[in-house]
């Protein structure tokens, strides 16, 4: 388990992250979400003590500097590129073998997993931004950490890639690790994410399940077909619903569920062909939830 | 410790720059040997030739090739962005700094040693092999003590590139100090200086006899100036990389 207590950080008079608490469980995907420059990347080089600032970090209770053999507790990757480019990826990995104890035949095992084997012996300079993940992958993986902490592990990934992430970063979840990843890829975290942060400005504008900030939105709509459109929409809005018609016989309706149309039809005697609840993209929950605590938002600020 | 020595170890092996620095270090002494060594010395050598030969006159080129080593361990991380990782491998930062200047140091040294020893043995095998100089206790002090300083400039180009945050400046700042700024001081003001200049107090101890006959054989202080100058750079690299961001710039 991961717990972040207090993590502030100041640049100069800007604070980049104000007092941040949150807990990221075992046994779940957390994803970490907000708008550039909401100090995402900050918390997470705080957590690992790359940069200096208020508050503490603990690992299964310990600070990460007092962890006896750091990589076998966390496995991180912050940025993509972070090799020498003329090592090739396999020698990369063994030298963090030896950092971490590893046996040797781990670092092909790892080159495996990533799908990277037969291009172990190629500098790492001469690869894509995708392989640069896998690669930052293998490295996280190496020591079988309990946790892993990514930063954008996304970017760069072709769609089977993301499908092969997906399944990766699940199955640790599932076998009692923790897994804290941020990404921009909003539709990519709604797949994959048990639970969300959300920061903006620095601070922590939601700690829930992914479900549940899906459901808080007021994106999320019922859709009905029914040959009693007409008479069903009065009687939504009577309820205080706003319906939209789109088509013949078709409702879109926005602040009301499934159930409270389904008793009203019943209630009236209304027909209905069709009854589906349309969740909020994760896209829109998280536009409704950051709104203003956005820095760089184009034709708002910075204007003249 | 086992762990980060074996991790710089690794990381230096994998380096075609370790591998040409060491080659440089050994070839430059085997090319002076034949281009010098063959014109001058046609009969036998005595003690002090193959002192001054195998040792001093190569000292700043092991020392460069020394320094590159050391300033590598901390440049190519700032260099490359590799500091991160290398942060996550070994959060505490004292303990990373240790390790880094002892892997370099011992690394700087190796250099010095295999460069002298294949100095050695040509210049012996070319002037007709005289067993009896090669049990001169002298020669062999001067050779432990240009390994040893070879391994000192090492640490300090760990701690220079920690400060500096890169390879070249590290390097440069040792150069133009070793090279220009400490020969310039004892053009100035006079022999003397030596005494408390870190580069010069190194070839004083290094010499089979006295570079500065005023300052006479290497005494107390001549041992104690480079540590006492390491030692400050080291602290100060110590505290700059306890106190900054993990950032490459």
Redesign the interface.
């Known amino acids: 388990m991961i717990r972040v207590e207090g993590l502030t950080k100041r640049f100069g008079g800007t604070l980049a992250v104000d007092d941040l608490w949150f807990t990221v469980e075992p046994g779940k995907v957390t994803g970490f979400l907000g708008p550039n420059g909401a100090g995402k990347s900050t918390t997470l080089?705080l957590m690992?003590?790359?940069?200096?600032g208020g508050g503490r970090t603990l690992f299964d209770g310990r600070p990460?500097?007092a962890?006896a053999?750091?990589?076998r507790v966390?496995g991180?990757v912050?940025?993509a590129?972070?090799?020498?480019?003329?090592?090739?990826a396999r020698?990369?990995l063994?030298?963090?073998a030896?950092?971490?104890?590893v046996p040797d035949r781990r670092v092909d095992q790892v080159l495996d997993e990533v799908g990277l084997s037969p291009v172990a012996h190629r500098r790492v300079g001469g690869f894509s931004l995708g392989m640069a993940q896998r690669l930052g992958l293998a490295?996280a993986l190496l020591a079988e950490p309990r946790a892993l902490v990514l930063d954008e592990p996304a970017n760069g990934l072709d769609p089977h890639g993301l499908a092969w992430l997906r399944t990766l970063l699940r199955a640790h979840a599932d076998n009692g690790r923790a897994v804290l990843v941020s990404s921009h890829l909003l539709a990519e975290m709604q797949l994959l994410a048990d639970h969300l942060l959300v920061l903006g400005r620095g601070r922590l504008l939601a700690d829930e399940p992914t479900d549940q900030l899906l459901g808080r939105s007021r994106r999320g709509s019922v859709l009905v077909r029914s040959p009693d459109a007409d008479r069903l929409a009065e009687l939504l809005v009577g309820q205080g619903a706003t319906v939209q018609r789109s088509g013949d016989g078709e409702l879109t309706a926005f602040g009301v569920g499934t159930q409270v149309v389904g008793e009203l039809a019943h209630r009236h005697r209304l027909r209905l062909h069709e009854l589906a609840s349309r969740s909020a993209s994760l896209e829109a929950a998280f536009l409704e939830l950051v709104g203003g605590e956005v820095d760089y938002l184009q034709g708002v600020r910075g204007r003249q | 410790m086992t762990e980060l020595l074996a991790f710089e170890w690794r990381r230096m092996r994998s380096l075609r720059g370790t591998w040409v620095l060491l080659g440089l270090a050994v070839g430059f002494a085997l090319l002076a040997d034949l281009a010098v060594g063959l014109g001058r010395f046609r009969g036998p050598l005595d003690a002090e030739d193959l002192a001054v030969q195998v040792v001093q006159r190569d000292l700043m080129v092991r020392w460069l090739v020394a320094a590159g080593i050391g300033a590598q361990a901390f440049g190519h991380d700032f260099r490359y962005g590799t500091i991160r990782p290398t942060l996550l491998a070994f959060p505490r930062r004292g303990q990373l700094l240790a390790g880094k200047v002892m892997a370099a140091s011992l690394v700087g040294a190796a250099a010095a040693l295999a460069a002298s020893v294949a100095s050695l043995a040509l210049l012996l095998g070319l002037t007709g092999w005289d067993a009896g100089l090669v049990t001169d206790p002298r020669l062999w002090r001067s050779i432990a003590l240009g390994v040893v300083t070879a391994g000192l400039v090492a640490a300090l180009a760990v701690g220079l590139a920690a400060l500096t945050r890169g390879s070249g400046l590290a390097v440069v700042l040792i150069v133009l100090w070793a090279g220009v700024v400490e020969p310039l001081m004892v053009v100035g003001l006079g022999g003397g200086a030596a005494r408390v200049l870190p580069f010069l107090s190194l070839l004083q101890l290094t010499a089979y006899t006295p570079l500065f006959q005023d300052l006479g054989s290497a005494g107390p202080l001549t041992w104690a100036v480079f540590p006492l100058y390491l030692t400050v750079v080291l602290t100060t690299a110590a505290i700059a990389l306890a106190r900054r961001d993990a950032t490459t710039s």
């Open positions: 080089q690992l003590g790359l940069v200096r990460y500097q962890l053999c750091p990589m966390v991180a912050l940025e590129r972070a090799f020498h480019p003329h090592r090739s020698d990369h063994r030298m963090l030896a950092a971490a104890r490295a």
